[in-house]
Nanobody, 126 residues
């Protein structure tokens, strides 16, 4: 059974940094794309960043480009999201996801992901 557990969220002041982690278990993840999405109160869930199974391909949403970095450590079955220069509009629940089949690119669409974590809250105060 695939399980994804996010951690690293919290409360931070604007301009600060956080590093989110996603720990995966239940399968060998090195062949599967992974991604981060977020959902702010009253808004739909939106794409943040994605990374291919090998880690060679990444895609970052324009809204966070230059501030967020996605990475993964397949030996640890983990994915990370380094968030710098945080803004109040980054406040949301952040979810990690993994594709249900082998994908050697970085998908941006929710429908390409089959497994989701429970989310971790990130709150950025002004």
């Amino acid at each position: 059974q695939v399980q994804l557990v996010e951690s690293g969220g919290g409360l931070v002041q604007a301009g600060g940094s956080l590093r989110l982690s996603c720990a995966a278990s239940g399968r060998t993840f090195s062949r599967y794309a992974m991604g981060w999405f977020r959902q702010a109160p009253g808004k739909e869930r939106e794409f943040v960043a994605a990374i291919s199974g090998s880690g060679s391909n990444t895609y970052i949403a324009d809204s966070v480009k230059g501030r967020f970095t996605i990475s993964r450590d397949n030996a640890k079955s983990a994915m990370y999201l380094q968030m710098n220069s945080l803004k109040p509009e980054d406040t949301a629940v952040y979810y990690c996801a993994v594709s249900p089949q082998y994908i050697n690119y970085a998908p941006r669409v929710e429908s390409e992901y089959g497994y989701w974590g429970q989310g971790t809250q990130v709150t950025v105060s002004s």
